[in-house]
């Protein structure tokens, strides 16, 4: 019991050092830095490269030094997301955790493990692990963002290794090696404003959704908020005169939209309102209310802006946002149960001069990104928007005569007395872009189990953390003795 606790609390202790620093994607230099003189003060040779990744080289053990080298790999970076009306701001304040027996989660905001718990396991590997080979630890930046850190990590980081094992799966008796490729699709447009001319402004809200990641919860058939409110707010401008003057929502572009908010200016009597938005809300039960029960679609009254979107580009913007496709495209036909090839409709900030939108298409067949790409164009067109094509993100093929799998199932299965599930993923990781710079590195996916991630739900489960750790020294010291 006090080598479990001892191994729990002080990875426990590297993770807290993480949620110390704010991290947001996009926002790692203060992170960055602290882990490389940490690391350096630990004893280690770091690299810091020039987008900020960390890379981190330790000795093998004596008599190992010819061993292969394996990767061990993370990021740095999380999504930060708080519960409505909470005051948090991702760039300034520390992550406040929370511990009870079972869980560790964060108060009011997401918590990070994801991958915040994968990079302090890699730091006490670093630290403690015994007879292995030559080891490095690779800490990425913008994982959740746009995978810049992978993307511009240096080829030489990885081709004079034999192994890697990422750290950044939700699951501890999963092992990942594929996953799916995505691309950010982004789409915006100058506004045209005038006075309103309807007598009552209301906040019309969509709240109460399930939310979470787009890639892990996307097959459950969860609803999105942003289409569920411009949906909405297209059946109120169906009975009368309806203007947009604002129109927020969605945190992340890979997390599924649980909240949502529009202003509006309407000649519409309060109860007119009210009946149709209850309409709407009947309506979106009856498609998803069994996965997602608790959602609200509510009218407030609001203080009259002093000004609205022209009648054309309030009607660009919500036809938009219905017909982009959210949700599952397509199955797998290889992989039964498996989402192929999915979209999120992830975030809608609106300025006074200015609209913005984040759309975030995955899939196992890269051809099918092509296709999305395509249709963003043809849409941005239809509709007066500019589309903004992002980088492609590869999908990572499955390796069907990995040793690192053989090795880690079998270590798994002897260490917890039942078999670890070997599978493919419908959500980005980094190893695509491994995958391209060294096509021959044996690589899997791991990580301890994380319920609700990109959410304030977010909570790490206890228990898992010890035996993914001995199962990631174990497995060095068997990769330490290979022929």
Avoid at 193 to 209: D, E, F, M, S, W
Avoid at 278 to 305: C, H, T, W
């Amino acid at each position: 019991m006090a080598k479990k606790n001892e191994i729990l609390e002080s990875v426990l202790e590297e993770f807290g050092k993480l949620a110390a620093i704010p991290r947001q994607s996009g926002h790692e230099q203060a992170v960055s830095d602290f882990l490389k003189n940490y690391l350096t003060e630990a004893g280690f040779d770091v690299q810091q490269d020039k987008v900020n990744n960390i890379i981190a080289e330790a000795p093998a053990s004596p008599g190992l030094e010819n061993a292969p080298l394996t990767i061990l790999q993370g990021h740095m970076d999380m999504v930060c997301v708080a519960e409505e009306g909470r005051d948090f701001d991702p760039k300034k304040d520390a992550i406040k955790l929370i511990r009870d027996d079972k869980y560790l989660t964060a108060d009011g905001t997401s918590l990070g493990a994801d991958d915040g718990i994968g990079v302090a396991e890699g730091i006490y590997i670093l630290k403690h692990a015994k007879d292995h080979g030559p080891l490095r630890l690779i800490i990425t930046v913008d994982e959740e963002r746009g995978m810049t850190g992978a993307i511009n990590l240096a080829e030489k980081h990885l081709k004079d290794a034999s192994f890697l094992i990422n750290c950044d799966s939700e699951n501890w008796d999963e092992l990942t090696v594929g996953s799916a490729g995505s691309v950010n699709l982004d789409f915006s447009r100058k506004l045209k404003r005038t006075a309103p001319q309807g007598k009552n402004a209301y906040k019309i809200t969509v709240n109460g959704l399930l939310g979470g990641h787009s890639g892990e919860r996307i097959g459950d058939g969860r609803g999105n908020a942003i289409r569920t409110l411009a949906l909405a707010l297209q059946a109120l401008q169906q009975a009368g005169l309806v203007e947009l003057a604002d129109f927020q929502g969605g945190k992340a572009r890979n997390a599924i939209p649980d909240a949502a908010a529009a202003l509006i200016v309407t000649d519409l009597a309060e109860n007119k309102v009210k009946e149709i938005l209850a309409s709407e809300l009947e309506r979106f039960n009856k498609i998803y209310g069994s996965v997602d029960p608790k959602a609200s679609i509510r009218a407030q009254q609001a203080e009259m802006p002093a000004d609205v979107l022209t009648a054309g580009d309030a009607k660009r913007l919500l036809t938009l946002l219905t017909i982009l496709h959210t949700g599952v495209f397509a199955m797998s036909t290889v992989i039964p149960g498996l989402v192929e090839t999915s979209a999120n409709l992830g975030v809608v900030e609106m300025t006074k001069e200015e609209v913005f939108i984040q759309y975030f298409p995955r899939s196992a067949v890269d051809q099918k990104l092509d296709e999305f790409r395509l249709l963003a164009q043809q849409m941005a067109e239809l509709t007066g928007f500019t589309a903004n094509i992002g980088t492609q993100s590869p999908g990572w093929k499955e390796n069907k005569d990995s040793r690192l799998a053989k090795i880690m199932t079998e270590v798994f299965e002897a260490q917890n007395g039942k078999p670890m599930k070997v599978e493919t993923i419908h959500a980005g990781l980094e190893c695509g872009w491994h995958f391209l710079r060294n096509p021959k590195l044996d690589m899997v996916s791991i990580g301890v189990t994380t319920i609700d991630i990109h959410s304030p739900k977010e909570r790490l489960e206890l228990a898992t953390v010890e035996p993914q750790v001995k199962l990631i020294m174990e497995t060095l010291k068997r990769i330490a003795v290979l022929k």
